[in-house]
């Protein structure tokens, strides 16, 4: 003869509301120790704490800042003029000068990754390690892709003033086109060594350390015509 089994009590809310907060205790006690042994549970982790949260987030390893120019002024802080949006990314119409910072993009060691093309003009720069003291006025470094120099270049800025000479310049190979092609512009920081990379390719090294953390940033100057398609900072 079989029995029935005896029917197990349902959980009340409560106890599943307690359950539910052990297991977010475990995960928030245990993620982050894994977290650390093993950078290659990034992903996994941002996942988790996504669902956990309710919320989305760019999960992609590293990145701490992506901007496509699909907005304008979007993440970006102006110091001096300013980018339009359009077809083509984020542009300066030469007509005056522009220097902005990215919101959120503050640290000490990263790497830079844009794409950017000079239309017309001497050039365009991308700050790095660089904050407003006073207000308004930039001190920092910056790579600078100067066909006025007609050099790459990474400078120095005091309260606002590139100095001169740069501290690391190399000159491109000869019949280099300056213009109309888009460039891949990886600039790396780490320590005081920054190193610059152009379409895949290391082209310049410099040292100094005199700033330890700041802001990404872009400039052009006037009568640059110049084009953003997109940029990303991410940590080692």
Known sequence: MLHNPRPRPRQSGAETLEFI???FLLVVAVIPALYMLAPSLQKAVCNIVDSLSGTTSDCSAGIIFNDDFSKC??????????????????????????????DGTDGEDYTINAKA??????????????????KGKI???????????????????TNGAEENPPFARVSPPAG???????????VVVKGDTFTVFIDG?????GKDDTYKSGKVGLRTWYGSESCFKNISVTKP
């Not at 239309?119 to 006073?134: D, H, L, T």
């Not at 280099?176 to 990886?186: A, E, K, S």
Request: hydrophobic share 35%; charged share 15%; with cysteine.
């Open 73 to 102: 002024p979007g993440k970006w802080a102006n110091l001096m003029g300013s980018l339009s949006c359009g077809a083509n990314g984020a542009c300066s119409a030469g007509d005056k000068p522009t220097q902005t910072l990215g």
């Open 21 to 23: 907060v052990v297991v």
């Open 117 to 134: 093309q000079l239309n017309a003009g001497n050039g365009y720069g991308v700050f790095f390690r660089a904050n407003e003291n006073p």
């Open 139 to 157: 001190n920092g470094y910056s790579f600078q892709y100067d066909k006025g120099l007609g050099q790459f270049v990474i400078r120095k800025w």
């Open 201 to 205: 390719k290391q082209v310049l090294q």
């Open 176 to 186: 280099y086109q300056w213009f109309g092609v888009p460039r891949d512009i990886q």
